[in-house]
């Protein structure tokens, strides 16, 4: 009987993941947990999933199996994303809209995220139906929820936190199409209220926004964002939190928030000795002790690259494949070129506080994860998760603890079997054709990207975002 149940469930398996044994072998692997990479790898992938790793020689080719060589070449896990407003963008002809926060256009940024090796996403602030709290509903649709149900190949796993709540306009900022996505709350009632409505959606996490906006906009008080922590964990729905100030960390780290999309203590504020013990305590009274951060330092550490010599990373082929030469121009060519040296000094300085923040923090321990925030103009859509790599080392992070914490601990904190080249995982690695532990950079010198044991047609992908590029210039 249970042969011939093995058998049924094998058929009723989806083609795409019925797939032949494929043993890689030869390669440096780094497996995503943080330990040393392994010289001369062996590992065994089928039906989407690792099977076995080890070392050459340690693993039998099986019957049937094939054996691919990749002598020369660095693995390492496929990254996460824990921080990404998709969605909204058309990246080809650089406008946002809700109109364009369709499923086929959600397609599009997790197939180039698989371009650059990531595996997994979560979006922030998503276009959602949800209550207008007046009585009635937004009826914006519900593609981002469908879409977490469903494994599209060639793509990044997605997952989605929703709409997010916020005081009335003090939400996602930049384009207008955003600003009015988050739950609008003014009181700890309609706070309540929101979150019993979000639940509803199931999502990964909820989050929220805390920021002043430099004293030009009203924010969510102790009062309001304590009542959305209360309710939200009478669900045990995580929430996440923009935060900017140090006094409305504490309060929250006391209150039992999970997660930050940024820094937690930045703008001018420093970690202190009280903010350290709070965060420690919670620890070891094992009170929602996972505490993570996506540190978001992209772009601010783009900045520290400005003056009249270009960086490297504006002329990266990776990045050419997904943006036309005007756009590359016109988001970061120009800004950077036309920074003073004053402008650079500013720019390093603010990155060097946020940074030592963020390291204190960690030492504390606070779990630093990957997390872009791209999903506007100048926030480039999949080639910035290599930056933000970058952004992790130059914080001072060594090149593994960076990886470690954009793979296996990013999808830790977002629920994803991914992020780990481990048995029963899914198969999704990066094949590199240089060593990231030698220089992070090389992360971005990618051979082939795997996504459940089935190679990413990238040139596949280039080849059209390209021709689509074209016709939009010629336009």
Known sequence: MAVVLAALAIAATPAAAQQQATLY???????????????????????????????????????GASRVDLTG??????LTDMHGHFG?????????????????NLIDHMQRLAYVGVGAAVGVGDLADR?????????????????????????????????GIAWPGSGAQGDPSRVDVAYPVTTPAEARAAVDDYVKMKPEFIKIWVDDRGGTKKTL??????????????????????????????????????????VPVRGGDVVDDEMIRLVKDRIARNDRPHMWVTPALITAWMN???????????????????????QIEQYWGAPLRKMTPADVARAKAAFAADAKNMMVLRAAGMTVVGGTDTGQKRHLVAFQNHLDLESMVAMG???????????????????????????????????LNANPLDSISNTRKIARVYLRGAEVPRAQYAAKWQAQLKTASAK
């Open 25 to 63: 072998e030869g390669a440096r692997l780094i497996t995503g947990d943080g330990s040393a990479a392994i010289e001369n790898s062996a590992f065994l992938v089928q039906n989407g999933a690792f099977v076995r790793v080890g070392r050459k020689g340690e693993i039998p080719l099986p019957a």
């Open 73 to 78: 070449k660095t693995v390492m896990p496929t």
């Open 88 to 104: 909204f963008q058309n990246l080809i002809a650089g406008t946002m809209s809700k109109d364009t926060f369709t499923r086929d």
């Open 131 to 163: 209550s207008d709290m007046h009585g009635g509903r937004t009826h914006w649709g519900n593609a981002a929820l469908e879409l977490r149900n469903q494994t599209v190949p060639g793509a990044a796993l997605f997952k989605t936190a929703g709409p």
């Open 221 to 262: 008080t102790p009062e309001l964002y304590g009542a959305i922590l209360d309710e939200a964990h009478k669900f045990n729905v995580p929430v996440g939190v923009h935060n900017i100030t140090l006094a409305n960390a504490k309060l929250m780290v006391k209150d039992g928030m999970e997660g930050w999309l940024h």
């Open 304 to 326: 520290t690259t400005g003056g009249p010599q270009r960086p490297n990373w504006l002329d990266d082929p990776l990045l050419k494949a997904l943006y036309s030469p005007q």
């Open 397 to 431: 992070m060594t090149p593994m603890e960076a990886i470690k914490a954009a793979t296996s601990d990013g999808a830790a904190a977002g629920h994803f079997n991914t992020g780990l080249v481990a048995p029963g995982r899914n198969a999704d690695f990066i094949v």
